[in-house]
């Protein structure tokens, strides 16, 4: 097997980009996450002679942790002294999944309006050309037909240009822990290595059943908690679960009727295998606690050992 050699990856994926943007405006899709940090500084430095033209761009989907986009707002604004452009479309994405139980339905929609007002920004800021940070394991789960990756388009057999989009996607090649690579070669701060992957839908994949505000107050409250008390450089990714079923619980010596969420915790390199994590039962029955006290009408909260395979990372 040939050696991965970051650099010359980097070298590589910047000539490309300029040989396709020259002269073009360019739309960078930003979530936070590492693969949309390194998507962004590829650009950044294919285009760093032209001002304005590499444009970071996020899509507040109200489906993201706490906090998130006003975070990477103001790393935006400390490290490269830019405003990272967004737009606020909660309302966009809750009411298109109303009523959606399918999994892939949900990843389907959400694609849907994800790529619509995609082609809306790109016509606002008369843009030419999309990156994003699809990788690896996204296309193989969608060819395989494990799972549709909503990041996913000529490979699902959808042409980009179905949403008026011309796309550039840098990392498509790579498995997670090589994007980690080149992210060191990019010097990227060392907390983007660390952010735990997070599905690009979001909350909308931590919720079986039905997508609601309410729910999604609820499993963006239970992510903070767990994600606080896991430091483990061990831990690929660990987060709960808002479940569908009900359960009996008790609440000043009365019975009632509340959610269930599992917790989730995998051990993985690449994504594309994972096993779950052993969690010192001190620091379970931690977490446990705090969500079954800090979060009214959560009855139980389960731990799942499931491997990869044969579950997915994500329950939905």
């Given at each position: 097997m040939?050696?991965?050699?970051?650099?010359?990856?980097i070298?590589?994926?910047?000539?490309?980009?300029?040989?396709?943007?020259?002269?073009?405006?360019?739309?960078?899709?930003?979530?936070g996450?590492?693969?949309?940090?390194?998507?962004?500084?590829?650009?950044r430095?294919?285009?760093?002679k032209?001002?304005?033209?590499?444009i970071?761009?996020i899509?507040?989907?109200?489906l993201?942790?706490?906090?998130?986009?006003?975070?990477?707002?103001?790393?935006?604004?400390?490290?490269?002294?830019?405003?990272?452009?967004?737009?606020?479309?909660?309302?966009?994405?809750?009411?298109?999944l109303?009523?959606?139980?399918?999994?892939?339905?949900?990843?389907?929609?959400?694609?849907?309006?994800?790529?619509r007002?995609?082609?809306?920004?790109?016509r606002s800021?008369?843009?030419?050309?999309?990156?994003?940070?699809?990788?690896?394991?996204d296309i193989?789960?969608?060819q395989?037909?494990?799972?549709?990756?909503?990041?996913?388009l000529?490979?699902?057999?959808?042409?980009?240009?179905n949403?008026?989009l011309?796309?550039?996607?840098?990392?498509?090649?790579l498995?997670?822990?090589?994007?980690?690579?080149?992210?060191?070669?990019?010097d990227i701060?060392?907390?983007?290595l660390?952010?735990?992957p997070?599905?690009?839908?979001?909350?909308?994949?931590?919720?079986t059943?039905?997508?609601?505000?309410?729910?999604?107050?609820?499993i963006?409250?239970?992510?903070e908690i767990?994600e606080?008390?896991?430091?483990?450089?061990?831990?690929?990714?660990?987060?709960?679960?808002?479940?569908?079923?009900?359960?009996?619980?008790?609440?000043?010596?009365?019975?009632?009727?509340?959610?269930?969420?599992?917790?989730?915790?995998v051990?993985?390199?690449?994504?594309?295998?994972?096993?779950s994590y052993?969690?010192?039962?001190?620091?379970?029955?931690?977490?446990?606690?705090?969500?079954?006290?800090?979060?009214?009408?959560?009855?139980?909260?389960?731990?799942?050992?499931?491997?990869?395979?044969?579950?997915?990372?994500e329950?939905?």
């Open positions: 040939e050696r991965f050699e970051p650099k010359k990856f070298t590589r994926k910047i000539q490309n980009l300029r040989s396709q943007a020259s002269g073009k405006r360019i739309i960078v899709a930003v979530s996450g590492i693969d949309s940090m390194v998507c962004f500084e590829i650009a430095k294919a285009t760093i032209q001002e304005g033209q590499t970071p761009f899509i507040d989907t109200g993201m942790r706490q906090n998130e986009v006003k975070q990477i707002e103001e790393y935006f604004r400390k490290k490269y002294n830019i405003e990272l452009q967004r737009w606020d479309k909660q309302n966009d994405f809750i009411s298109a109303k009523g959606i139980i399918s999994p892939e339905e949900k990843r389907k929609t959400f694609r849907d309006v994800f790529y007002i995609m082609s809306q920004a790109m800021y008369a843009a030419d050309l999309l990156v994003q940070g699809t990788i690896l394991s193989v789960e969608t395989k037909g494990i799972k549709t990756h909503f990041n996913v000529h490979e699902a057999g959808i042409n980009p240009a949403y008026g011309n796309l550039f996607e840098p990392l498509k090649e498995t997670k822990s090589r994007v980690k690579m080149v992210a060191k070669n990019l701060p060392p907390k983007f660390r952010i735990q997070f599905p690009g839908p979001g909350f909308a994949l931590r919720i059943g039905e997508v609601t505000y309410e729910r999604v107050e609820k963006r409250k239970a992510t767990v606080s008390e896991l430091m483990s450089p061990k831990i690929f990714q660990g987060f709960p679960v808002l479940l569908t079923d009900k359960a009996t619980g008790i609440q000043n010596e009365s019975a009632f009727v509340g959610d269930i969420i599992a917790i989730r915790i051990e993985s390199k690449d994504s594309l295998t994972a096993r052993r969690i010192p039962w001190i620091k379970l029955d931690k977490i446990a606690k705090r969500i079954l006290t800090e979060i009214p009408g959560i009855a139980r909260v389960l731990y799942d050992v499931t491997p990869k395979p044969p579950g997915t990372i329950f939905v």
